[in-house]
C-alpha cells in the first residue's frame, strides 16, 4: 500500500506572508496541528505547527498591554518561525517508510508531495488507523498469538493447517521473536474451535503467547 491511498486530502496550506493569528485561526478551525507553507508556485517552503506559535507567543508573564500583544504578534509572519527543514515523503512512496521517517525522527506527520507540491498529509492517526486494520481489531474472532521458527516455510505450514481446518483469516501479522532464530506471529481467524486449532498447530510453533476470543 502507498502513501497516496492513505494521506488525507485536499490538503490545507498558507503562504509565508501570513500573520500568525491567521494562520493559528485556520489550524483551530480545520482542526490541524501542522500548516505547510508554500511559495507562489504552490512549492513547499516550510511547515508550521501548533508548538511553533505557541513558542512565538508572549509570556503571560509579559508586562505588554492586550494592545500591544496583538500588534507585535500580527508582525510575525508564518516564514519568521516555520520550520524550513520539513520531513517530506511522495505520494508514491510506501506506508512503512512514511511510519519510519516519522518514529526515526519523532514527528506525528509528513506533508505528501508530488513534484514539490503539497497533494496531501500522512499522520500517526492514518498510521494508527491502518494498524488496526491490520490487526483486524474492528472484527470479531479468535486471536492467538505463537512464537514460530523463523525458517523456510514455516508459516506456508502453520497457515495450510489452520486452512485445513476450516479456518477463516481476518488478519495475520508477524514481529519479531525472542531472538533471531524465531519470529512473534499474531493471526485472527474465524470457524474454528481454539482447543482444536491449537492441537493443530503445535508440530508448526514453538510457543502459544496468548490466545483469546474478541467480541468487539
Known sequence: MLVGARMSHPIITTTANVPIPEAHKLMRERNIRRLPVVDEKGKLIGI???YDILNASPSPATSLSIWEMNYLINQIKAEDIM???VFTVEENDTLEKAARIMADNKVGGLPVL???IPVGVITETDLFKIFLELMGARNPGLRVTVLVPDKVG???NLTRAISELGGYFIAFSQFLGEDATNREVTFKVTGVDDEILLKVITPY???VIDVRTVEC
Request: a negative charge; charged letters at 55%.
Open 83 to 85: 520550520s524550513k527543514d
Open 205 to 207: 510453533i514453538e510457543k
Open 48 to 50: 508550521l505547527s501548533d
Open 114 to 116: 508530488r513534484e514539490g
Open 154 to 156: 514455516e508459516l506456508a
